[in-house]
């Protein structure tokens, strides 16, 4: 399962381009982990209609970002990409 971080700051062309990731650590309360787990549950099961119907699939929940002025804002997607025939 391929994880992947967009980066919180555009480089120096004004760009925000995926990183795929090996590990990732979540700093989070109990609440913030739960939020989290409750949105994987969830969107499993929608996820799994998508896959038998053989369409794509986006869902997003957003996160607490403690950062002041982020130029993105803190989010968790979950994605089915369909190839085009």
Known sequence: ???TRWPLNADSDGCILPVNLADVDFHGTPQELRKIAEFLLGVADKLD???QNDVAF???I????SIPHPEVRLRMNVVRHVKKS
């Open 62 to 65: 957003d996160l607490e970002n």
């Open 58 to 60: 986006n869902a997003g």
């Open 49 to 51: 209609v998508a896959t």
């Open 1 to 3: 399962m391929p994880i």
